[in-house]
Nanobody
Framework: QVQLVESGGGLVQAGGSLRLSCSAS????????IGWFRQAPGKEREAVLC????????YYAESVKGRFTISRDKGKNTVYLQMNSLKPEDTANYYCATNSYCSGSVQRYDVWGQGTQVTVSS
């Protein structure tokens, strides 16, 4: 069964850091791109950034440039989203999803995790 599972969310103070994990089962993550998305209450799901099959970070949210990065651990079949200098406006449910190429469009991604909540207090 093809599945993605996110973990690592939680409550953090502004200026703090969190590392989210996206673990895959049923397929090899290294052959696909992984996009990270977030959805705040009352808002649409938005693309944050994506890691390509050559491990290049592609940013879709200008607000996270210089603060968020994605990395891939092929041995663990896991992708990580490192979030530094967190701000209250980063509060959202964060999702990872896979596709054959990076895109900022939610509709392009076909396998999604269940999400993990990130709350940043001021």
């Amino acid at each position: 069964q093809v599945q993605l599972v996110e973990s690592g969310g939680g409550l953090v103070q502004a200026g703090g850091s969190l590392r989210l994990s996206c673990s895959a089962s049923g397929f090899t993550l290294s052959t696909y791109v992984i996009g990270w998305f977030r959805q705040a209450p009352g808002k649409e799901r938005e693309a944050v950034l994506c890691i390509s099959t050559t491990d290049r970070n592609i940013y879709y949210a200008e607000s996270v440039k210089g603060r968020f990065t994605i990395s891939r651990d092929k041995g663990k079949n896991t992708v990580y989203l490192q979030m530094n200098s967190l701000k209250p406006e980063d509060t959202a449910n964060y999702y990872c999803a896979t596709n054959s190429y990076c895109s900022g469009s939610v509709q392009r991604y076909d396998v999604w995790g269940q999400g993990t909540q990130v709350t940043v207090s001021s």
